[in-house]
């Protein structure tokens, strides 16, 4: 699936079953709940804390929750993610190719 074909997918989801897209602000604040239950995920799998009985254990379920959300912002706002993503690379590219590279810090 691209990047295009998730927008649309989630944009028809929505019109089927979801009567309607909540507020930006709504799922602003529901992108930063699913970031959080991620990195609470990530806290427990790769750095010092530790699982709590029952809890989820699986990153995937909470990267998809958090692609969904950022989906429904972008169809929201109309921001085509895979123009908004090229035109990041193409950034990044220009400003950091040769920084981490030559950053000391990552060398192995």
Known sequence: M???EA????DQWIKEYGVRYFNE???MAILTEEVGE???????KYGEQSFKPGEPTNPADEMADVLWV???????TG????????RNIQKK???DK?????NEKLKP
């Open 70 to 76: 950022l989906l429904c912002l972008a169809n929201q």
């Open 25 to 27: 602000l709504t799922n």
């Open 79 to 86: 921001v085509d993610l895979t123009e908004a993503l090229e």
């Open 38 to 44: 991620l990195a609470r995920i990530m806290s427990r």
């Open 2 to 4: 691209t990047i295009k």
């Open 93 to 95: 590219t220009k400003r």
């Open 7 to 10: 927008q649309e997918a989630v």
């Open 98 to 102: 040769t920084r981490h590279l030559n």
